[in-house]
DNA sequence: TCCGGGATTTGATCCAAATCAAAACCCGTG
DNA sequence: CACGGGTTTTGATTTGGATCAAATCCCGGA
């Protein structure tokens, strides 16, 4: 992506600085802004809210008057069915934008819970579809992120409809890799934010699953596991594990 | 939904027929036009486009340049896994957008898949995105939809992770119920486009799963099937088996 | 109209993951 | 630093749906 005619190094500097402040770069920086559009993505961005580990960013059903960018933490949202069954939907972490589910029908149709002491971004959605008309870049980037989140959805639907137990997790974890891997972190050594049961419920599994499957994987020496913190020894055996009709251990 | 100012009873006449012309109720009709934007919609939607039974309208890896509205016909859009594992991800029907897994990367992310004859609207999506600059409430709308995909995603993801067979099936019966419905044909009786298989596929399950289940519901007079004709007998009970651990017949 | 191949049904058996159960562990808190 | 509740591990058993197998059905084409 070529620099924007009409964006000076210092205005860049700036947009960097707006959008890291919400670790937005996902939301506005491919984007090429002029110095108007820049000022506004400021102002838009702006607004931030901090959440304690547990509490809801929002609940199923309430009305929808912000997008959500996460700056810093760990969040889940699950969708979730009258009878009390729910089901995790995604993980989200920094750089993510929340609450897409809500433009449709003005009301949001999953919670939104954080993981861990959190801090987002509020970005009204009116405001942001003001300028995403005013800036036709910040339009497209828009679409092509609602899009990405349609891409990864059909991800899990696939997992979800096709996978074995130890396919998904191993899915799991690569995915969660690679997603710190992009934000700078190690890609082979993190922290999992959310419990057995969290992650059970996100993969279609009972949390006694995951904890066999980890400690499966744990003995095949493809990765360490000490509660919640992995360490991912074999990333190649890890991979080759996805598409294997049966363990070929 | 009151109507425009600036848009005569001519004007709405006009619209209607363009936009029933590509079944584009869902992308235009909401939104309010005035007469230059009816007329960019009529150009924008007039690019017909026929299907047979059993084509691609794209596969997965191929260039976006087009979402597509279906005018007639019934499609099914498949995931692919490398591995040659395939999940249908969707039924898609009169009135549905198609392609807009494919904004993301401009390449599309699955193949689509005409179950009957067919005939598409091409909808280039430059066109659309100028046209929704020029047209607020048509930008508006198009975030609806592309929201709207992202929470029947969800839906399926909690049908798949949660739900057991009969009531997977059961859950997918009263959709297609409810969209044949909205459609305006009948909620209680309709053929089936699509083979036990790909039925299976769409809900995680194998087609003698499917074609047990089936049967079961004709056994206990919920349903009746021939073939691929269904009948639905008794909507409340197929309704009340969504959510029970285990049947209670 | 008859033929052939895919689609469907139905039965018997198997197996991966769920369920039930209990022990161990970990962490935050008083 | 000990307590207690939630989380995790591990084992034994059950089970829903997959798999294997075979008969039947249905529809399109010659």
Chains 1, 2 share one sequence.
Not at 7 to 30: F, G, H, M, N, W
Not at 158 to 182: H, I, P, V, W, Y
Not at 223 to 245: F, S, T, Y
């Amino acid at each position: 992506m070529p620099s924007q005619p009409g964006l000076s190094p210092i205005d860049v500097q700036r947009l960097k600085t707006a959008c890291s402040t919400c670790s937005l770069r996902e939301l506005c920086l491919p984007a090429g802004l002029d110095q108007r559009g820049l000022e506004q993505v400021d102002r838009l961005v702006n607004r931030r809210r901090p959440i304690r580990r547990g509490d809801y960013l929002y609940r199923s059903g309430a009305g929808l008057d912000s997008l959500y960018a996460i700056r810093t933490g760990f969040m889940k949202s699950c969708v979730l069915h009258e009878d009390g069954r729910e089901q995790v939907a995604g993980f989200h972490m920094m750089g993510d934008l929340m609450g897409l589910d809500a433009i449709s029908s003005s009301r949001h149709m999953c919670d939104a819970v954080a993981l861990e002491d959190s801090e987002v971004c509020e970005i009204p959605l009116a405001a942001l579809e003001q300028l995403s008309h005013d800036i036709p870049s910040l339009q497209q980037h828009f679409h092509r992120i609602m899009s990405r989140e349609i891409v990864r959805d059909y991800g899990v639907m696939l997992l979800l409809g096709t996978m074995r137990a130890e396919e998904r997790l191993a899915a799991f974890l690569l995915n969660l890799s690679q997603r710190f891997a992009a934000r700078g972190y190690s890609s082979t050594e993190f922290h999992l934010r959310m419990t057995r049961e969290e992650i059970g419920s996100y993969l279609g599994l009972k949390l006694e699953t995951i904890s066999r499957a980890l400690s499966r994987f744990h003995e095949e020496n493809l990765i360490e596991v000490r509660n919640k913190h992995v360490k991912i020894i074999d990333m190649e055996a890890l991979r080759g594990l996805i598409g294997q009709p049966s363990g070929a251990s």
